[in-house]
Nanobody, 117 residues
Framework: QVRVVESGGGLVQPGGSLRVSCAASGTIFSINVGGWYRQAPGKQRELVASITSGGTTAYADSVKGRFTISRDNAKNTVYLQMNSLKPEDTAVYYC???????????WGQGTQVTVSS
């Protein structure tokens, strides 16, 4: 079994920065693909950013140039650095992990990010 735990959410003012982390543990050799999603009240969950085992990244248009996804393979951890935050970035942020050599994917419990003055 694989456990995925997000951390680092919180309240930040518009224009501020925040970094959220996603740690995978349990029966996992390494992370194949890591992704950050978000879901705002009344909206569908959307993909924010993803990173492959080779380091290829992809971003939603709404966060390009402001958010950066990265990974630490030794720690089986994926990060999302969020800069120039806007009120519309307010959402619960979820991490999704596809382990290497697995056909399954695993979700974390989510972490709340609120951008407000």
């Amino acid at each position: 079994q694989v456990r995925v735990v997000e951390s680092g959410g919180g309240l930040v003012q518009p224009g501020g920065s925040l970094r959220v982390s996603c740690a995978a543990s349990g029966t996992i050799f390494s992370i194949n693909v890591g992704g950050w999603y978000r879901q705002a009240p009344g909206k569908q969950r959307e993909l924010v950013a993803s990173i492959t085992s080779g380091g290829t990244t992809a971003y939603a248009d709404s966060v390009k140039g402001r958010f950066t996804i990265s990974r630490d393979n030794a720690k089986n951890t994926v990060y999302l650095q969020m800069n120039s935050l806007k009120p519309e970035d307010t959402a619960v942020y979820y991490c999704n992990i596809v382990p290497m050599y697995s056909v399954r994917n695993y979700w974390g419990q989510g972490t709340q990010v609120t951008v407000s003055s």
